[in-house]
């Protein structure tokens, strides 16, 4: 069955980094886009980041663009976001899921989500 585990998040201070992974199995990973999306404390779901299957070309919402780095390593079934110069208002669930937003078939499958809070 299709499986996604995010871990990496905690606890860091602003301006320092962290580097979330999801863990994919269940299905073939190279083959499917991969998107990052958060929820900020009683917010509504934000489109963070995303990457191709093909050419692993990435995409970045505004708010974090410059700051994160999405990258995947095939050979592991595994999906990375880097985050650097991290802002209080990133603090937030981030949820790995397959697929992407802007496509017919959309995001399909997620993961329970990993836990970043940064706060002094």
């Known amino acids: 069955q299709v499986q996604l585990v995010e871990s990496g998040g905690g606890l860091v201070q602003p301006g320092g980094s962290l580097r979330l992974s999801c863990a994919a199995s269940g299905f073939t990973f190279s083959r499917e886009s991969m998107t990052w999306v958060r929820q900020a404390p009683g917010k509504g779901l934000e489109w963070v980041s995303d990457?191709?299957?093909?050419?692993?070309?990435?995409y970045y919402a505004d708010s974090v663009k410059g700051r994160f780095t999405t990258s995947r390593d095939n050979a592991k079934n595994t999906l990375y976001l880097q985050m650097n110069s991290l802002k209080p208002e990133d603090t937030a669930v981030y949820y790995c899921a397959r697929g992407l937003l802007w496509t017919t078939s959309g995001m399909d499958y997620w993961g329970k989500g990993t836990l970043v809070t940064v706060s002094s």
């Open positions: 990457i191709n299957s093909g050419d692993a070309a990435t």
